[in-house]
Structure formats: C-alpha cells, structure tokens
C-alpha cells in the first residue's frame, strides 16, 4: 500500500460566506477527479495556472477539505484522517510547496526548520543525533553545510528550495508532492536540481506527484502525465506515449505541448476566447478547441465528456478524440 | 509639490538613534527598578512608615532626599511605592497577556463562529472607557490595588490581541504555515511558536510596555485624586505622595512634591520609550 | 495604445474610479446599517459586562441600580423586587430603564434626582472638552510627524522629537498641578509687581473661562503620551503612505502627490485616533476631577469616590455610547477614502 495513490470522484469547492460558510456562492476548483499511482512512479501534473493543480496537491495531504467517494495515499483514508494515523500518515507523505520565499519561516534559520521536521515525530531524537541527522540531508541535497545557519532571507532562491526539498525528505517519505520546484530559478539549476530531484525518487523509490506548467522540465523527468483543464483531469498518458510515440489525443494537450516546444508554429492572430462557465456542462475546452465548434456538436456543449481509456493506460476526457478512435 | 522635499523611501531612522532612544529609556527606568531591588532585599535606608525625621526635613546624609511633611523618609517611600506597585503591574501584565491571547488568537484563527465571538467580547471591552472601567472596579473593590491591575490588564486585552492579529493576518498567506501543516506539527506549535514567539514578540512585548506605563499612570492618578480609590495612606505610592505634598508650593517645601513627580515622569517616559524602540526593531526586520 | 494601458493600471492606485458614486454612497449606506446593528450588540455586550462587574461586587451596592428607577413605587420597594428576581431577570430589568433613558436616582452624590439630569448638561461640556483635545492632539501630532518624516536629519529637529517625547510623558494630573499651583502663583506675582491685572477667572480652576480651557484642552492633548502616540503612529501611517513604490508611478502619471498620500494616510489614521479616545477619555476624567469643572468626568470620579453605582454606571454607559457611535462615523470616513476596505467588507 505504500507509495500509491488512489482518488475517486474527488470534488472540490472554493468560497461560501456567512457565520458557517453556508451561504453564497461557490466556485468549483476540482470537479470528479480520477486516477491511481502506482509506488516508484513519477507522474506530472500539468496545465494552466488556476487549472486547480496545486488545490489537487493540497487535497491529496490533506491540508484542506473535500468531497469524494474515496481517497487513497499510501493506504491512508485522507476524508477521515485524524489521531494517530493523521500523524504516521504526516510521516510518509510531504509536499514541496511552491513559493520558497514564504514556504520557509523567516524567523527561524534553515538549520532550525529542518531541525523541527526530524523531530517533530518523534520529540525523544536528541538535538545533537537531529543536527547529525540535517548535515546528512544537507549532503544528499548538495547545501553546503555552513548555509544552514542563515536566515531563509539571506539564501539564494537555489538554497531555499534544497533546504524546502531536505524538509520534505526528512521524515523519509513514500509519497511526494512537489509543486513547481524549479520554478523561477536559471536553468542550469532547474536542471541541476530536477536531475537530483530524480535521482533522490529512484534511489527511495518513492512515488512523486511532480506539479509543473512547463511540458520541457516535464519530459525531462516524468514517467507519467496528467493534464488538467478547469478543474478536471483531460488527459492521462504515459510520459513515452505522450512525448515519444503518438503524442497527447487531447485538444487542450497538443495544444501545450506545441506550444512548450514550437511555439512559433501554434498561433496566428487570434481572439482569445473566454471559456465557459464552470459548472454549467459539456466539455470547458470546447471554445478554444481546434476540432470543435459549438453549435454543431452537440454533446461537446453540453454533455462534460468522461475520463475514459482508449488505450491501455491512455485515458482521454474528450467527445472529439473518441469518435477518431472509434472511427480508425 | 512635496515630491521636491527630501524624503527617503525607507524609515527615517537611524541605527544610532533607534538605540539612543532605547538607551536613553532603559536609563529612565533604572530609579524604579533600583527601588524595587532595595525594597526587595530590604536594603531601603528607613522605614517608609515609621515617623524618624524632622516635618519637611531637607536633604541630609541621614535622608538623602529629606522627609516629607510627616517626617517620613522620602527616598525610602520612593522606592518601597515602586516595590509595593510591583506585583499588581505584574498581574496586570500577566491578565493583559493571557487575555489578549486567547481572545487574539481565536479570533483570527478559532474559524467563523469563535471569531465572531470572541471578536464581540474585545469590541465589548474595547467600547468601554478603560479608565471609567476601572473606576467602577476601584469603587467597588474598596481601593484594593490587586482588583484595580487585574481591571487594567482587561481593559488592554484588546491592544494585545489587535497585535497578534495584524501579525496572524500578515502571516496567515504565507506557505510556511501550510508546510508547517503537512509536516504535521501541531497547530498549537504553529501558533505559538512559528507566528507568536517568531514574529509577534517584538510587537506585543511593546504592547505591554505601554500597558505598564498606562497601569503606573491609572495607579498614580486614581492616589492622587484620592477618594478612597487608589492607594492609601500609609502606604506609599508616587500619587498620594504628591497628594500629600502638593501645598508645599506655597510653603516653600518643593522637594517632596517634585520628586515623587520627576520619578513618574520619568518611569512613563522610559517604558514609553523602550516600547516605542522595540516597535521600531520590529518594523525595519519586517 | 499607451493611454488604455495608463488608464487601466490608474485603477489598481488607491484612487476610486469617480464615475460609481452612487454605488458608493449605496454601499456605505449598507455598511452603515451593518455597524449599527453591530454597535447595538456590542453596547449590549458593555452594559452587560458593566451589570457583571457590579454584580461581582461582595457589597450589596448593585441593589441601587434599581432604586427610584420607576416611579410608582418607593425606593425601597423596588429595591426589594429588584433583590428577589433572577439575575437575568435584574438584568434585563435594568437595560429596560436604561433603554427608556431612566438610569435610576442618585444615592450620594445628589441624593434622589434622576441620573439623567445629571448626565445631560455635564455630557456637553465634557464633549465639547474631549473633542478639542482630540483635534489638537491630532493636529499637533500630524505637524510632528510631517516635520519628522521630511527633515529628519536636521539635529535640532530630534531635540524637538524627544521634547515630545518628555511633555508627552507627564501625566494630565501633573500638568493640572503645575498649572494650578504654579499658574496662579504666577499671575499674582505679576499683579503684585503691576506687570498684569488679575484675570476674571482668578484663581484658576474656579470656572471654565477660555483661557483656562484653552490650557486644558492643551493638556488634554499632549499629557498622558497623548502627543506622543499620536506623532508616532502618525509618522508610521505617513511613512507608509508616501513610500509605498506606488509612488513612482503616481508621480510619472501626474496625479496628485498629496491628494494620494492624504488618501493613503486618512484611514490609519483615523483608526488610530478612535483607538486613542478610550485613552482620552479617561485623562479627561482625571483633568475634570483634579481641576473640580463640571463635567461627565467629574460626575464618574465623584461618584466613584462615593460609591454612588447609578451615576457611575450610568456616566459609563453614556461615553460607551458616544465613543462607539464616534467609531462608527470614523469607520465609514475611512471605508470612503480607502477602496481596498470597501473591498473586503
């Protein structure tokens, strides 16, 4: 059971206001999300911003509310996780979070944090074995030790993200999350660290949600992709099928990945189209899809397609792509 | 217009003059707390209460600062009226903290229905005049110093917990709190340790220098007005000293009105300031 | 191409839009509703707060909360309903007099005339007193600040901020003392030596005349840390105001410096000056008291030192009133200057 994922029917909803959030209106983040991870994997999650990526990474650790039917990480229930078992499942799962400058309390110095999330666990760890402990993480990560004494405010973007990727180590983690971790750094280090980033996942063999919106840093280290689109999962696709062999089925996938790779083929000038409202049916892509236009096709405009496979391992959320399947 | 006067766009304030303020505060306070230490380890050069001197008596090596016009040794009320104010500021201190806590606390972070609640209970203090408060409380507590520093402290719980929630509200964004989470520290830890102790302390420990000098002033002036409120005779406090004294103007008697005076000046003066340098601390860290 | 993208990055500055006036005055109207309900709970809250303390009392003192409230009745009668009701029930039968303006007789301090009498006149005087003080305080604060932001390398100008920092720190009663002892000592001295005649309102505290309310009101606004504060969260709010980066493009796009600054700086400031009332309201019964003027401080302190609890309660009740329906005004004031507030709320 360690190392592996399931979610079904995930729903997720934002806002809510009055004394017990009863009251107006709702936005939906995550509307029926579906898959399973299988241990030692590294799928990526990719899409545009405010596609409710980093919302379904904070689901899966539990770290906010949801709906579903059921949520499986490493064997844990997540919908009814409290006491003892919310603590063991702390343990084996982490998340790398996105923004290093406020993910690392600027009060305490690096050495402190990383400190905390050995003992946190397990408080009987004398502060001399812990600090043992940080020097080794510090070395697996490739931080030069005497930066662990500084204030997060005096590390350089780099440092901060090996010290927030020691933290999510410390507690040896079958399952994690890391969202954008290379984000906002030059290449050569967004390379130097995704190469470490996947070295470290063999060698524990653990499985990896890797959160990204950048196809290139994607097919440089994911073994699976899952495209999201407004809240639902378009597409899931071994990363070889994806990148190698036929390439993505969805419309909104060939898209980005066109776009990540030639983008001076993609567009001509065109008008940005607004996209449908959430909630409201059929499928959210269809005004901007290539294949598609909304009056003709009816169950585009109003029947949401479903996440079905239409190869092995290879599942499609799209009416369009289907039809072509069934139609070869 | 104003954009050709000279400004910077950072604070004004220097290094030397942040800590000049500091210093020259910690200076301030170092009479009152010299008392409190003589009275404590019974070092005072008199009997605050016992009549040894001559009425109105000027400075001598017998009494530094010459007695008052009972014949009591002035240095030595001077500085058993810091040490007999002492417990009851520090309870004020200490109801003040635990209060403001609590209520600070569950009010920016106790979900919907506890914020709204506790957030009416510090509206609730907070519209009442502290001092007319506190009035009510010496009126009916017969002038018991004790119940008139626990009323003090209430009243302030408000000013303690609108820092902690401008504190809460800042942080309450930032990622280290939810990666805190998902380490699975507990949210007691988090609250108190990360947000409280790692950004709220410089804030709130002003907070409660400001809170002493506000009790040493409700003390001193509830025993100067008199009216069986404040502090009473015998017992020394900086307020019915002057109470006492305060004819001396026309007899020519200043000293045992002055000091007494210079010595509240001066205290207010220095926790003022030594507030005043811990918020500015705190502002150029943040 | 460069006017549209002016004119839409003028909209995320702290300048509303002007064109929604109507839409703003609607939802300060809405707002103002919301408070006002809030205010009533909250002057709920107090009166209850007040109700518990007495009821705390070891003495029976709050049994003359109901003496002579109604008028039917002797005193002692209604004392002794009033003794065999439920607590909830003394409770909601004291706001039931409080609300239809009848806060019980006084028991010492003028034995047997309504509370409301007294409260009326001494309100006014005490308003009037508190107000100036305030505003002075403000204004005074709001020059330091400015002078502190904009020439705060000038020496002379640091002596003047810890001269602040020293006048602010001695307390009202002191002040009234000096003022007392040593403004009238003064004035005779110069009559004596024919420099000046007597002023009517010799010797000093006798009656509130201009001039020596002039020099309460200056006390009111400088003792007590009053100037102090002031200055200093003034400068803060300044400091903030006019060194937000905002400022660059304010200045490239040629709108007002001031008018920006001034908006940017009105609601903290505002808040901070409601947050200072509760604070001048109690050196304003300090001032009364030492200085014996009429007033509502006066009748608190008076009727603290005489344990008179219906002219306390009621003196309390009546400047809880004031300072949150005061609060409520500041608020809109500073919903109306800052955007970002109408927002959020």
């Not at chain 3, 030596?193 to 002023?199: K, M, R």
Request: glycine residues 8%; aromatic residues 8%; hydrophobic residues 45%.
């Amino acid at each position: 059971m360690k190392g592996t994922v399931q979610v079904e029917h995930l729903y997720k909803e934002f806002g809510g206001s009055g004394l017990f959030g009863k009251w107006g209106d709702k936005t939906p983040a995550l509307e029926d999300i579906n898959f399973t991870l299988e241990k030692g994997e590294l799928a990526a999650l990719v899409g545009e911003s405010g596609s409710g990526k980093t919302t379904l990474g904070r689901c899966l650790l539990g770290l906010i509310k949801f709906e579903s039917r059921k949520v499986k990480v490493n064997g844990y229930d997540i919908a009814s996780l409290g006491g003892a078992d919310e603590k063991a499942f702390r343990m084996s799962a982490q998340m790398v979070f996105q923004n290093p400058f406020s993910s690392l309390n600027p009060a305490f110095k690096a050495r402190d944090a990383l400190v905390e999330a050995i003992r946190v666990h397990d408080p009987s760890i004398s502060r001399e074995k812990a600090n043992d402990e940080v020097e080794k993480l510090a070395a697996l990560v490739q931080l030069p030790i005497d930066r662990l004494n500084e204030y997060p405010p005096s590390l350089s973007g780099g440092e901060k993200r090996r010290v927030v990727f020691a933290r999510a180590l410390a507690t040896n983690p079958d399952f994690v999350v890391t969202d954008e971790p290379v984000s906002g750094l030059d290449q050569p280090i967004q390379a130097q660290l995704l190469d470490l980033m996947r070295k470290i996942q063999r060698r524990q063999n653990s499985t990896m949600l890797f959160i990204s919106h950048d196809l290139r840093l994607v097919r440089f280290v994911a073994t699976r992709v899952l495209v999201m689109h407004r809240g639902r999962i378009v597409e899931d696709a071994p990363a070889e099928i994806f990148f190698h062999q036929q390439g993505p089925s969805h419309p909104y996938s060939r898209e980005l990945l066109e776009s990540a790779f030639h983008p001076d083929q993609l567009f001509g000038p065109q008008v940005q189209q607004s996209h449908p409202e959430r909630g409201s049916g059929g499928c959210s892509f269809r005004n901007r899809c290539k294949f598609t236009s909304t009056e003709m096709d009816q169950p585009c405009a109003t029947m949401t397609p479903p996440l079905l496979e239409i190869k092995s391992n290879h599942r499609v959320a799209c009416h369009w792509c289907r039809n072509q399947e069934a139609d070869r | 217009m104003i954009g050709s006067l000279r400004w910077s766009r950072f604070p004004s304030v220097t290094k030397s003059s942040r800590y000049l303020g500091m210093a020259i505060g910690i200076i301030c306070l170092v009479p009152a707390t010299l008392g409190v230490v003589a009275a404590a380890f019974g070092w005072l050069p008199h009997d605050p209460l016992q009549f040894i001197g001559e009425s109105n008596g000027g400075p001598s090596l017998q009494h530094f600062l010459g007695c008052d016009s009972l014949g009591r040794d002035l240095l030595s009320r001077l500085w058993a009226a810091a040490a007999y104010f002492t417990p009851p500021g520090a309870l004020a201190m200490v109801v003040a903290l635990s209060l403001g806590v609590v209520l600070g606390v569950a009010e920016s972070l106790g979900g919907r229905f506890w914020g709204a609640i506790s957030s009416w209970c510090l509206q609730v203090m907070d519209s009442l005049p502290k001092f007319v408060l506190v009035l009510l409380v010496a009126a009916i507590a017969r002038s018991n110093l004790i119940w008139i520093m626990a009323a003090v402290g209430a009243t302030f719980a408000p000013q303690i917990a609108a820092a902690i929630r401008s504190s809460v509200e800042r942080l309450r964004a930032a990622a280290f709190i939810e990666a805190e989470k998902s380490l699975g520290v507990s949210m007691t830890r988090i609250v108190f340790f990360h947000i409280l102790w790692g950004h709220a302390r410089h804030v709130i420990l002003a907070q409660l220098m400001s809170l002493m000098a506000y009790a040493l002033l409700v003390e001193t002036s509830l025993s100067y007005l008199g009216g069986e409120l404040g502090v009473q005779e015998p017992t020394p406090s900086w307020g019915n000293m002057i109470a006492l004294a305060r004819d001396g103007v026309f007899t020519g008697n200043l000293l045992p009105a002055i000091i007494p005076a210079i010595m509240i000046s001066i205290t207010i003066l220095g926790f003022s300031l030594v507030g005043q340098g811990l918020l500015q601390l705190w502002e150029e860290r943040a | 191409m460069s006017d549209s993208t002016l004119s839409i990055s003028s909209h995320t500055l702290p300048i509303g839009p002007r064109s929604d006036s109507g839409r703003l005055i609607l939802g300060l109207l809405s707002l103002a509703a919301r408070e006002l309900i809030a205010t009533i709970l909250v002057l709920i809250g107090a009166s209850l707060l007040l109700f518990l303390v007495l009821k705390a009392a070891p003495s029976e003192d709050h049994l003359q909360l109901r003496l002579g409230q109604s008028t039917s009745v002797t005193a002692e009668q209604a004392g002794e309903t009033f003794a065999s009701e439920t607590l909830a029930g003394q409770y909601v039968t004291w706001l039931e007099g409080v609300v239809t303006g009848d806060f019980g007789t006084s028991k010492a301090l003028q034995r047997g005339r309504p509370v409301a009498d007294l409260l009326k006149p001494a309100f006014f005087a005490s308003f009037k007193l508190l107000a100036a003080g305030l505003f002075l305080s403000a204004l005074l604060g709001l020059l330091a600040a400015t002078l502190s932001i904009f020439r705060s390398r000038n020496p002379l100008w640091r002596i003047t901020l810890g001269l602040t920092s020293l006048t602010s720190a001695i307390p009202v009663f002191l002040y009234v003392y000096a003022l007392v002892a040593g403004g009238n000592r003064l004035i005779a001295w110069g009559a004596a030596q024919q420099h000046w005649q007597i002023p009517g309102w010799f010797p000093l505290p006798m009656s509130p005349d201009f001039v020596p309310w002039f020099f309460a009101v200056l006390i009111l606004a400088v003792g007590d840390g009053s100037l102090m504060d002031m200055t200093q969260r003034f400068g803060s709010e300044l400091r903030h105001s006019a060194g937000d980066e905002h400022m660059v493009g304010v200045r490239m796009m040629n709108i007002s410096v001031p008018v920006v600054i001034a908006r940017g700086f009105l609601p903290g400031a505002l808040s901070h000056i409601s947050r200072r009332i509760s604070f001048v309201l109690g050196s304003l019964v300090v001032l009364e008291a030492a200085l014996g003027w009429p007033g509502l401080g006066y009748l608190a302190w008076r009727a603290a030192a005489e344990r008179d609890m219906p002219v306390l309660l009621g003196a309390a009740l009546l400047m809880a009133v004031a300072l949150r329906l005061v609060l409520m005004v500041f608020d809109l004031v500073g919903t109306a200057a800052d955007p970002r507030r109408r927002v959020t709320k």
